[in-house]
């Protein structure tokens, strides 16, 4: 008989199909798993924006995720209240994105640490600007260059320290 915190586990490491180094569980896009004294399990997801292409690829990730970890049936249900927020992203799920070369949302999003020695890295509280810290140097002089970046759910900056453009997860 599989449990639910074993389908749950399979699950939790599905990962976002646009942005690998990150899963659904790190980004908060899952809600919840339950599994019936048959097996059959009912995975709940919140989708981070209406329309979001990658939702499909999640889905099919759930279903197989679930199955392998010994699922009979796998039901994925979409709930949409409360709306995702990127306040659900978990602070590991931030340092990853960092790592990655992304932006997270947020102001002055640098993690702790993260930014090479040298790199003029402001403290959050002292963050004047909702401006992200390039990922590369951990500049705070960044400009943005388009509303959209590699995909929807990214923008694309320019960072004015090392020149690099990078991608801002958005908030919302
Ligand atoms: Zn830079």
Do not use: N, Q
């Given at each position: 008989?599989?449990?639910?915190a ?8 599905v ?12 980004l908060?896009?899952?809600r ?40 009979v ?8 209240a ?5 306040a ?21 999003a640098?993690?702790?640490?993260a ?13 004047p ?12 002089e960044?400009?943005?260059?388009a ?9 694309l ?6 020149g ?6 958005k908030?919302?």
């Amino acid at each position: 008989m599989v449990s639910a915190a074993r389908v749950r586990a399979a699950v939790a490491g599905v990962p976002d199909p646009e942005i690998r180094v990150v899963t659904i569980e790190d980004l908060g896009i899952l809600r919840e798993v339950t599994v019936d004294t048959e097996g059959r399990a009912v995975v709940t997801i919140t989708p981070t924006y209406v329309g979001c292409p990658a939702m499909d690829a999640i889905r099919t990730g759930i279903r197989s995720a679930a199955r392998d970890a010994g699922a009979v049936d796998v039901r994925v249900d979409t709930v949409w209240a409360p709306a995702w927020t990127t306040a659900w992203i978990s602070e590991d799920a931030r340092a990853k994105l960092y790592a990655a070369g992304i932006a997270p949302p947020g102001a002055g999003a640098a993690p702790p640490g993260a930014a090479p020695a040298g790199a003029r890295l402001l403290p959050l509280a002292a963050a004047p600007s909702p401006a992200p810290h390039c990922p590369r140097c951990g500049s705070a002089e960044t400009a943005r260059l388009a509303r959209f970046g590699s995909t929807a759910c990214k923008a694309l900056w320019r960072c004015e320290g090392c020149g690099e453009p990078f991608d801002h997860f958005k908030e919302h």
